[in-house]
């Protein structure tokens, strides 16, 4: 496999349906023939967050490792940090296939997959294999989701944070999934206010406050109102972290035909520009306060850079990976030593914001 242009590997695998490609690049992860990459080891690069030390500020989305199966294979490319899931309580298969849709022309993906997993005790299991043989322990976050039977977000979300807290680097609660019916009424104030401040109790009680950064996952389509209202919910509780954004139910007009009324998420290129200017929003309303990490639309260094000088101070790629292949996270922490130069900056962190 090493040995193949990753171009016919990727011809062969865009006439698969696309969840069984997803299927068979994890089977194939987990053999010792994956692709490895050289991270990038460079002082310039590395971002201290949450009294953690990221190698780099390229990672993985959640939804690539939905059962925390590869994450050391992922670690192995190049990434800076993975983040696992989204998992739930129980297992489950999620909505019927067919539910994964490709626009090549446009590198765009729509899912409408709502969270199928294994479940919280066999993603436990999975974790706790890999924080057994990586002696270096590689940054994993772990996104926590509502189940499709569950009304309350809360009933899921806090016994979650018990269950897997304790093999985390961070969590991140989800409310803006547009598969789930209701998740994305949470990002209505009063309810997100109340929500947040039962987790955050629950957090400090259960693992403390300075021991689980405790970040929550945003929508591409909140009005204006909306971003304004869930900053200063943010600010008032002291959240750890901003993830800006989830996918879109938006579709612009050069979307394809045949996407355009397909339910679901949109990410890819399309997402870009609006995820980006979330950030931005979200940078200059909280005030350069909360850490942002931005994902949308990254298929570049100068993608991730954007969204770094919109203020992110860590980024996030998936669907790219489609598009452009496993060496992405490494050419993308190339491209951005490049653009660190250009712009006159010996550290990563120092553009961080420099959009405003």
């Not at 104030?189 to 406050?209: P, V």
Request: hydrophobic share 35%; glycine share 8%; with cysteine.
């Amino acid at each position: 496999m090493l040995n193949i242009p990753f171009k016919f590997i990727k011809s062969a695998f865009h006439a698969l349906d696309p969840e069984d490609a997803h299927s068979l690049t994890i089977s194939a992860l987990k053999t010792p023939f994956h692709p490895r990459f050289k991270a990038i080891n460079d002082e310039r690069l590395k971002v201290t967050l949450w009294d953690k030390e990221f190698p780099n500020p390229v990672g993985l989305s959640a939804g690539f490792d939905k059962n925390a199966e590869v994450i050391a294979p992922m670690l192995g490319m190049g990434f800076g940090f993975v983040e696992t899931g989204g998992v739930t309580l129980s297992p489950q298969t999620g909505l019927p296939r067919p539910r994964i849709f490709r626009d090549k022309k446009n590198e765009a993906v729509v899912n409408r997959m709502n969270f199928p997993n294994v479940g919280a005790k066999q993603f436990k299991e999975n974790v706790e294999k890999f924080r057994a043989k990586d002696k270096n322990n590689g940054l994993v976050g772990i996104q926590i989701a509502m189940g499709e039977s569950q009304t309350k977000a809360e009933d899921d979300f806090k016994p979650l944070l018990e269950q897997l807290g304790d093999v985390a680097d961070y969590m991140v609660f989800n409310v803006s999934c547009p598969n789930t019916p209701g998740l994305r009424n949470l990002e209505q104030k009063d309810i997100f206010i109340e929500l947040a401040s039962e987790l955050i109790e629950h957090r400090n009680k259960t693992w403390g406050s300075d021991n689980l950064p405790l970040v929550v996952k945003f929508s591409p389509d909140q009005s204006e109102e909306t971003q304004k209202d869930l900053a200063a919910a943010c600010l008032e509780l002291n959240l750890d972290g901003i993830i800006l954004t989830n996918t879109t139910t938006t579709r612009p007009d050069h979307i394809d035909p045949n996407l355009k009324d397909r339910p679901g998420g949109l990410s890819g290129k399309p997402l870009k520009e609006k995820s980006t200017q979330a950030i931005f929003n979200y940078y200059k309303l909280t005030e350069g306060k909360i850490p942002i990490i931005g994902v949308g639309g990254i298929s570049s260094g100068l993608d991730a850079y954007e969204k770094i000088k919109a203020g992110a101070s860590l980024i996030q790629v998936y669907s790219a990976l489609v598009y452009h292949g496993p060496e992405l996270a490494t050419q993308i922490c190339r491209d951005l030593l490049t653009l660190l130069e250009e712009d006159g900056h010996d550290h990563i962190i120092k553009a961080v914001g420099t959009a405003h």
